[in-house]
Nanobody, 114 residues
């Protein structure tokens, strides 16, 4: 199983970025995938994920600003991030839970300048 994130970068406060996570080596199961982030000096935290059916769920800190989505044809999940704030600065990871095992990508760095 391989997860590859992309799309990070430097953006000004109030700007937008779209992160991508492409999965390979496994059957694409977006409902078992989620986005996490880890800010400097802090623990990794959950950001967004999928629930049953087509519903999505978000951490309170990003609700209304971030949107998680998926593309079955591209084996990918995305995180659209709008109205970015300096406190959103972190390395963003996607995670796949499969058969009780967590698989992580290497992450993509998002830096939001004030």
């Amino acid at each position: 199983v391989q997860l590859v994130e992309s799309g990070g970068g430097l953006v000004q406060s109030g700007g937008s970025l779209r992160l991508s996570c492409e999965a390979s080596g496994t059957t694409f199961s977006p409902n078992n995938m989620a986005w996490y982030r880890q800010a400097p000096g802090k623990q990794r935290e959950w950001v967004a994920g999928f629930k049953w059916a087509d519903s999505t769920t978000y951490a309170d800190s990003v609700k209304g600003r971030f949107t998680i989505s998926r593309d079955y044809a591209k084996n990918s999940v995305y995180l659209q991030m709008n109205s970015l704030k300096p406190e959103d600065t972190a390395v963003y990871y996607c995670k796949l839970l499969q058969y009780g095992v967590d698989y992580w990508g290497k992450g993509t760095l998002v830096t939001v300048s004030s």
